[in-house]
């Protein structure tokens, strides 16, 4: 009703906000109109592409039907395009794929057409062609939908992907059956791991090796039983739960490796107490198995059974062992050093003599080590125990050598103020060592041959025999035969000392232990004046193999002081040695192989393909250097045969 209690103004303002009201309603109105007009063409774009959606789904069912072929693939898409055309009735569809045509029964040539090419492995394959037999009866707006078009756009591609699909599930199906038959058949054991740690493969090689059959294995977790008691994993297992290098080596400990061979596979070898009746040593590889995207999905494993190798290494090492110990003792008798042919000889006799109380001759050249050697028989023997007395006969008058050797008594000659043991005496129970007895008189020679027949002994001014324990060894660097001839030594004398003969070499006579014996100085005298030296120059070991050493080992020994004493650097060189050594000596290269060049590359091609080209074993077959060997290489251009 009419409220006659307001004025004038206020109705007029109350019908401008209705008028403004009804605006708005108005332009809402329009609003929903238009959005409803949009829904609509929405809907009606979507009903329109019903089909469309539909024969996607459909080729989609299609190609995921299990064992389906490329050819009853392309035969189901030909007639799913069909019903999916704006007049299915009079519509034909072919598709082509190298040589071969996949058509719809109906098909045949006609001019309201549309095609799409489609690629494979980004190469073009084929194409898809759709065609309507007769004239379309709205052909004034064209002879194909906007959405047809896509669609054989979209299917065109949707084929490419597909064959390639099946392309690689065929390949990835012949390899894989051509796999499991190498695998199979291979005479290595081997199995493999899928990515859930179910063994797929387990072929009779491995049977063989572990006494488990296939069946009991694949499709199972069980690996670990081949090798283990408990479960634990195997390196395969571990490869497919980690693959980074450091967890694989830390479980193997430092029997682990990275393959040098393989990329990202790795090896260890272990003894597997469990595996047949007494154990096996095995060595294993595992790689992975990854597929196109290099995601691991399965690792291989393989087996080798090493134990009669592992064996015959032990053999061998125990064997090595024996002979660098034999080879050890053979070139270190005592204090003495050699090792040459020579050498040997006085070993086997110094080891003879040990355990006699013999008397024993030592001759040779001053320098040589008579002394030495006189000691290497008392301390390797039943005597080493005892004192050994040494003295040099030639170094003292004959009364003071009398004196020496038998001792006096008081008041025997001027200056013997108290009585005197001798070395007779001293060395009761031991050993005495006469060094250069060649140089003794005729009376010390007469009382020295009572001492070894009678065992006794009177010292200067006493006439009271006394009995000693002895064992006599003498040297000279005299010739004491010729002596007895020309009647300077007596024979008798002679004849009892030497009961046994040990004659040492001159170092002329024995160069092969000249590097053996430089080493030996080199690092005493290096060790005693406190020296940082390296080593010696080769050039220093020539200039050794080729000076006559008049002066024997004693000469050797002078010469190494000398130069380790004058040597400030890291090396001993020719500058450092003394100057009789080097002022009237040059080294001399060793002689040049008077063979052809033809006939040292036909030698060297000939051990380099006997050894399959390993650069070690075809030096010690030549019995030449390594650079000689890659300089004969290198000038030639020898190359390894492909």
Request: hydrophobic share 35%; proline share 3%; with cysteine.
């Given at each position: 009703m009419w409220d006659k209690k307001k004025s004038k103004e206020e109705l007029i303002q109350e019908l401008k906000?209705?008028?403004?009201?009804?605006?708005?309603?108005?332009?809402?109105?329009?609003?929903?109109?238009?959005?409803?007009?949009?829904?609509?063409?929405?809907?009606?774009?979507?009903?329109?592409?019903?089909?469309?959606?539909?024969?996607?789904?459909?080729?989609?069912?299609?190609?995921?039907?299990?064992?389906?072929?490329?050819?009853?693939?392309?035969?189901g898409i030909v007639n799913l395009i069909i019903p999916s055309w704006q007049y299915p009735e009079i519509t034909a569809a072919q598709i082509s794929f190298k040589d071969k045509k996949y058509s719809t029964e109906n098909f045949k040539s006609s001019p309201w057409k549309i095609r799409s090419d489609f690629k494979v492995d980004g190469k073009d394959s084929g194409a898809i062609e759709v065609c309507y037999l007769e004239k379309r009866p709205d052909l004034d707006d064209g002879p194909f939908l906007f959405e047809e078009k896509k669609l054989i756009h979209a299917i065109a591609a949707l084929v490419g992907r597909i064959i390639e699909?099946?392309?690689?599930?065929?390949?990835?199906?012949?390899?894989?059956?051509?796999?499991?038959?190498?695998?199979?058949?291979?005479?290595?054991?081997?199995?493999?791991?899928?990515?859930?740690?179910?063994v797929t493969l387990w072929n009779t090689a491995c049977e063989n090796l572990t006494g488990i059959p296939a069946n009991q294995m694949i499709g199972t977790k069980m690996q670990w039983k081949a090798f283990y008691k408990k479960p634990r994993p195997v390196m395969a297992d571990i490869m497919l739960d980690n693959c980074l290098e450091e967890v694989l080596l830390k479980f193997y400990g430092d029997k682990g490796r990275k393959?040098?061979?393989?990329?990202g596979a790795y090896e260890a070898e272990d003894f597997f107490p469990e595996l047949g009746k007494d154990g096996k040593w095995l060595f294993f590889t595992a790689s992975p198995i990854r597929n196109s995207k290099g995601i691991i999905t399965a690792a291989i494993e393989t087996l080798q059974d090493i134990t009669e190798r592992k064996i015959a290494e032990e053999t061998l090492r125990s064997e090595v062992a024996y002979l660098e110990q034999t080879l050890k003792e053979r070139s270190y008798f005592q204090s003495i050093i050699g090792k040459s042919n020579k050498m040997q000889e006085i070993y086997n006799l110094l080891e003879n003599l040990a355990d006699t109380d013999t008397t024993v001759l030592i001759t040779g050249s001053s320098g040589t080590g008579k002394?030495?050697?006189?000691?290497?028989?008392?301390?390797?023997?039943?005597?080493?125990?005892?004192?050994?007395?040494?003295i040099n006969c030639s170094a003292l008058s004959e009364n003071l050598l009398e004196s020496e050797l038998f001792g006096h008594v008081k008041g025997a000659f001027t200056g013997a103020i108290?009585?005197?043991?001798?070395?007779?005496?001293?060395?009761?129970?031991?050993?005495?060592?006469?060094?250069?007895?060649?140089?003794?008189?005729?009376h010390i020679q007469l009382k020295l041959l009572r001492v070894l027949q009678e065992k006794e002994f009177e010292r200067v001014g006493d006439s009271e025999p006394r009995k000693i324990d002895v064992r006599v060894i003498t040297a000279t660097n005299r010739n004491l035969k010729k002596k007895v001839l020309e009647q300077g030594f007596r024979e008798d004398l002679y004849y009892r000392l030497k009961v046994v003969e040990v004659h040492i070499p001159s170092l002329q006579e024995r160069k092969e232990d000249i590097p053996l014996l430089t080493n030996h100085f080199f690092k005493l005298f290096k060790k005693n004046l406190k020296k940082s030296i390296k080593n010696i120059d080769a050039s220093?070991?020539?200039?050794?193999?080729?000076?006559?050493?008049?002066?024997?080992?004693?000469?050797?020994?002078?010469?190494?002081?000398?130069?380790?004493?004058?040597?400030?650097?890291?090396?001993?060189?020719?500058?450092?040695?003394?100057?009789?050594?080097?002022?009237?000596?040059s080294i001399k290269e060793p002689p040049a192989n008077k063979e052809s060049s033809s006939d040292v590359v036909e030698a060297a091609v000939e051990a380099l393909n006997q050894t399959d080209w390993n650069k070690a074993k075809t030096c010690r077959l030549l019995k030449i250097s390594r650079p000689k060997l890659y300089r004969l290489i290198k000038k030639y251009n020898l190359k390894r045969p492909s």
């Open positions: 906000i209705l008028r403004q009201q009804n605006k708005k309603f108005q332009a809402l109105e329009t609003e929903y109109c238009q959005a409803e007009s949009e829904l609509d063409k929405k809907n009606k774009a979507i009903t329109e592409r019903v089909k469309e959606f539909t024969c996607l789904i459909e080729i989609s069912n299609l190609v995921e039907k299990h064992d389906a072929s490329t050819e009853s693939i392309l035969i699909r099946k392309q690689a599930v065929q390949e990835l199906r012949e390899n894989k059956n051509i796999l499991s038959q190498i695998i199979h058949a291979n005479s290595i054991p081997t199995f493999v791991v899928d990515i859930y740690h179910n393959s040098e061979t393989i990329d002394e030495l050697v006189a000691r290497a028989i008392h301390y390797s023997g039943i005597r080493s125990k005892h004192p050994m007395i040494t108290k009585d005197k043991r001798g070395r007779f005496e001293l060395a009761d129970g031991g050993t005495i060592f006469l060094d250069e007895i060649g140089d003794i008189s005729p220093v070991l020539k200039l050794f193999m080729q000076y006559p050493w008049p002066g024997n080992i004693r000469e050797l020994e002078h010469a190494i002081e000398h130069a380790v004493i004058l040597c400030h650097g890291k090396t001993i060189t020719l500058d450092h040695l003394p100057t009789e050594l080097t002022e009237n000596l």
